[in-house]
């Protein structure tokens, strides 16, 4: 910095270098006028960011709002000194932080534009596609990474580092690394691959194991479901797709299948009466498809009718309270056909030994 202390040296008793007085006007103003862009882009993003919609300016004042104070002072501190006509390895120099901080301050805008980017694609695919909310943070943890990655390497060589050399090193200590924390990259690639391969979405409810839940959330190392008891479970992305896992969420219709048993006692003619009630019991409701009412076999007890339709939802409820509609209808039924269900009895047979 000899050459911008000379700038300032007297040339003649009282009097200043005019480049030196014309530097620090420039890197005045340079920060004057970069200080007020920022807080106008802050302000005019605050507006845009009470509306709903996305306004088509909101990201990039999002991003010019995110302009760091180093880099402001670092850039007018620069164009001061350019000003002042310093001597060329003082030039070289200042290029090279100017370039450097330019590097960190492009780091944070890029990150900050593609969290915004990816954020408001999240808000339009939400309804369309829920796969885009589990997706969403594994992309935004890749792009952030690959944007430092970069800024680094690109800073590094700027400072005269072989990064050639350095990039070698670190994928042979990535090696290690790798072996070390394998479980964590285990979860890493385990939820690239649920947001590629999209096994489940948030909204569905799945079944792994012994646990059962809604999914709230899906994270870069776990997904969190919400069980019915209402807690949360939090299971890890390599153990949930390491087993077996049922997704109700993708059912379009659901199969019902149920037996009704009646009594042994119960005449032949009657008997052949009981398919067509079941049908009918069945038929009588609304959104289900009738499949077959079967006198299926002979029981310990009773004697076994099976039926099998399909309810065209996957709603539970909606199930449920057809089901219920069809018991009741065939408990009327046999009221008037005057047939009894079965239950567990035992007949027991004594005969007198003679003397």
């Known amino acids: 910095m000899t050459g911008w202390i000379d700038a300032f040296r007297v040339s003649g008793p009282g009097a200043a270098a005019p480049d030196a007085w014309l530097g620090l006007l ?96 999240q808000r339009i695919m939400l309804e369309a596609d829920k796969a885009a909310a589990g997706s969403i943070g594994v992309i935004r943890f890749v792009a952030r990474v690959s944007i430092w990655a970069m800024v ?65 959330y899906i994270g870069i190392k776990s997904t969190r ?43 032949r003619e009657k008997l052949l009466e009981i398919p067509r009630l079941l049908r009918k019991a069945i038929a009588e409701q609304g959104a289900v498809r009738f499949d077959r009412a079967h006198f299926a076999g002979f029981g310990s007890y009773s004697l076994d009718f099976e039926c099998v339709y399909y309810v065209l939802s996957a709603d539970y409820t909606r199930y449920m309270d057809v089901q219920q509609a069809i018991n009741f209808r065939i408990l009327e039924e046999f009221e008037k056909l005057a047939v009894d269900f079965a239950y567990p009895t035992q007949v027991l047979w004594m005969r007198q030994a003679s003397c």
């Open 26 to 121: 420039v890197a005045t103003a340079t920060l004057g006028v970069m200080w007020t862009l920022r807080g106008w882009a802050r302000r005019r993003y605050r507006q845009l960011a009470r509306t709903e919609e996305t306004e088509i300016l909101e990201i990039p004042l999002q991003v010019a709002g995110r302009t760091t104070w180093a880099f402001m002072l670092i850039a007018s501190a620069c164009a001061g000194l350019a000003t002042a006509r310093l001597g060329v390895g003082t030039e070289a120099i200042v290029e090279k932080i100017l370039t450097i901080a330019f590097f960190w301050q492009g780091g944070v805008w890029a990150s900050t534009a593609a969290a915004a980017w990816l954020d408001h694609r």
């Open 225 to 267: 479901l919400r069980s019915l008891s209402g807690e949360q479970i939090v299971m890890s992305n390599a153990d949930l797709l390491g087993g077996r896992l049922r997704n109700y969420g993708r059912m379009q219709e659901r199969r019902v299948a149920f037996t009704v048993g009646v009594a042994y006692e119960t005449p």
């Open 152 to 216: 680094l390497l690109l800073t590094l060589d700027n400072l005269g580092i072989d990064i050639t050399a350095l990039v070698a090193g670190l994928g042979i200590g990535g090696i290690a690394i790798a072996l070390a924390v394998q479980k964590v990259l285990g979860d890493l690639l385990a939820s690239l691959s649920i947001a590629l391969d999209k096994p489940f979405l948030i909204g569905d409810f799945v079944v792994v194991g012994e646990h059962m839940g809604t999914v709230e």
